[in-house]
């Protein structure tokens, strides 16, 4: 939780430092643009594995013990080099992995057959 705060106050921060220098160019119309920041997430993940015979919903929150909160930051650069034009680039990062060991067992019907997942089978996951 003190993690939390502290991105929020340097968040505050930062764009409180940064509206003295915007009153001289209108909302919209600065030539460059920085912003850094960042946020709180929620998830709730849940996910039906499923053929065309049916299949199981698991959440991956509570099957592999991802974080339901998360801090995210947030970063963005853009440029007006027209007035009607302007490229921007942002970057955020979701990236939730993990692994984790099933604790009820699962099917997965698929073309190929289907697959029983047993309780204890390890479970992988991972981000972009």
Request: charge should be negative; glycine fraction near 10%.
């Amino acid at each position: 939780m003190k993690k939390r705060v502290s991105v929020f106050c340097a968040a505050l921060a930062l764009a409180l430092a940064s509206t003295g220098a915007a009153a001289e160019t209108a909302f919209g119309e600065e030539t460059f643009v920085a912003r850094l920041g960042g946020y709180f997430s929620e998830f709730d993940t849940n996910v039906k594995l499923s053929g065309p015979n049916g299949g199981d919903s698991i959440n991956l929150e509570d099957a592999l013990g991802l974080d339901s909160g998360q801090t995210v930051f947030r970063g963005s650069l853009a440029w007006r080099f027209a007035p009607r034009h302007r490229i921007e680039l942002e970057y955020v990062d979701f990236r939730r992995d993990a692994t984790g060991t099933s604790t009820r067992s699962f099917t997965v019907d698929t073309e190929n057959g289907t697959y029983l997942f047993d309780v204890g089978a390890t479970l992988e996951t991972s981000g972009p």
